[in-house]
């Protein structure tokens, strides 16, 4: 398991080469209102529970997600004038976004109770030209802090990775010295 603090602030995700401000979806308010809109929705009551599909945005706060189909978990709250969200379980094309950051994956739950967001199924996450792909990937909206597996670990294999390793390409920021010093030459 390697596991990356900044990244996505998801993510994601300190390795060498992340700006310290990548922490955007630490602290994030899952108190905040929720936004949904869809092609169609179906409520299950009984359930307790609502289905969107088709070309699904969820927004709230600085989180974005997108998908094919959300379903979302709820609660009546004690008066039973209103509904609070628990659980969003995201799947089809997947999509989160926040301040700088892009995760993408076949699944997405975003448990509003435990303040934290998984993603799994050839994850990619993306700032700026800093890049990192693994099977799954835990996003602790608390701590920021976000761990991401390979395959290995029970995920579908990921596409151009090897032996179902978490890879990675990090920027390395200019420091001066673009010029090498050649190693010296070995003497006769």
Avoid: C, W
């Amino acid at each position: 398991m390697t596991r990356l603090v900044p990244f996505l602030s998801l993510l994601l995700l300190g390795a060498s080469g992340m700006p310290a401000h990548a922490q955007s979806l630490k602290n994030h308010d899952t108190r905040a209102p929720v936004d949904v809109e869809a092609d169609r929705i179906e409520v299950q009551d009984r359930a307790d529970r609502a289905i969107f599909s088709g070309n699904v945005r969820v927004r709230q706060s600085g989180l974005a997600l997108d998908s094919q189909r959300v379903t979302v978990a709820y609660a009546d709250t004690a008066s039973g004038s209103s509904i609070q969200i628990r659980r969003l379980d995201a799947a089809g094309g997947v999509v989160v976004r926040s301040r700088g950051e892009t995760a993408r994956g076949d699944f997405a739950i975003y448990d509003l109770d435990r303040r934290q967001i998984t993603m799994l199924g050839n994850v990619i996450l993306d700032q700026g030209a800093n890049h990192l792909r693994g099977a799954r990937l835990v996003y602790d909206l608390d701590s920021g802090r976000a761990s991401v597996d390979g395959a290995a670990t029970g995920g579908p294999r990921i596409e151009g990775g090897t032996g179902g390793r978490v890879t990675g390409r990090f920027t390395v920021p200019d420091r001066g010295n673009a010029t090498p010093t050649p190693a010296p030459s070995p003497q006769p």
